[in-house]
Structures are given as structure tokens and as C-alpha cells.
């Protein structure tokens, strides 16, 4: 089982900054991709940002949306068994709730469809 909590979140100004994180286990976080997704209301959920090892895995390698690029940063902490989305120049439009994600395989790319476990979101609100 790949059980997901996350933490974080809450509520900013705009231009300010917030992170999120998400305990997993040891060997989820070294081993599969792991991803931010959000969804704001009304909305569809979408890819925020994404953590995978390089092929022989000599380094990690990150993927952001392009509405989060130069914003938002997406690292694990293997000490502590998380992965942390830090949100910074946040803007109203970054205002949903934001779900952790555990890829299927090494390859998961920006798809949700990519992800196999989710955990059960937390809300992030930025007031203009």
C-alpha cells in the first residue's frame, strides 16, 4: 500500500509563499515518480510539478507546468520520508486543493491516469 498523508497548505495573500508536503513510505519515495496535482473548483484536476529519478538514477529530474514554472519547487527529503511542493508569488489562480501522487512506474509523466495512489488533498487559498 502506498498510503499517502499530506500537510500544509492554508491561507496567503498574493505574492506570498506556501508549501505543501507529503509523508511516504521509505520505499515509495525512493523507489516511484512522485507528483503534485491541484484541482480548483468547478475545474478539472491538473499537474503541478513531478519527481523522478534519471535513468541510472545518478541525479533527479523535475517537471512543472508551465503556469508554476520559476515558482514553485518540488523536492524529496529522504531523511524525513517527504516530498514538499514550496509555492512561491503564489496568485489567486493557484488557489485549489492540492493532492500528492505516486506514480504507476519510473516513467510517470503528467498524466493523472500516470498515478496510482493519491493522498486526500489539502486546500490552498490565495486571496487577491
Known amino acids: 500500500q502506498r498510503r499517502l498523508v499530506e500537510s500544509g497548505g492554508g491561507l496567503v495573500q498574493t505574492g506570498g509563499s506556501l508549501s505543501v508536503s507529503c509523508a511516504a513510505t521509505s520505499r515509495v519515495l525512493t523507489t516511484y515518480p512522485m507528483a503534485w496535482f491541484r484541482q480548483a473548483p468547478g475545474k478539472e484536476r491538473e499537474f503541478v510539478a513531478a519527481?523522478?529519478?534519471?535513468?541510472?538514477?545518478?541525479?533527479?529530474?523535475?517537471d512543472f507546468a508551465d503556469s508554476v514554472k520559476g515558482r514553485f519547487t518540488i523536492s524529496r527529503n529522504f531523511a524525513e520520508h517527504t516530498v514538499r511542493l514550496q509555492m512561491n508569488s503564489l496568485k489567486p489562480e493557484d488557489t485549489a486543493v492540492y493532492y500528492c501522487?505516486?506514480?504507476?512506474?519510473?516513467?510517470?509523466?503528467?498524466?493523472?491516469?500516470?498515478?496510482?495512489?493519491w493522498g486526500q488533498g489539502t486546500q490552498v487559498t490565495v486571496s487577491s
Open positions: 501522487a505516486v506514480g504507476r512506474s519510473t516513467t510517470a509523466g503528467t498524466s493523472s491516469s500516470d498515478y496510482i495512489d
Open positions: 519527481i523522478r529519478w534519471s535513468t541510472a538514477r545518478v541525479r533527479e529530474n523535475t
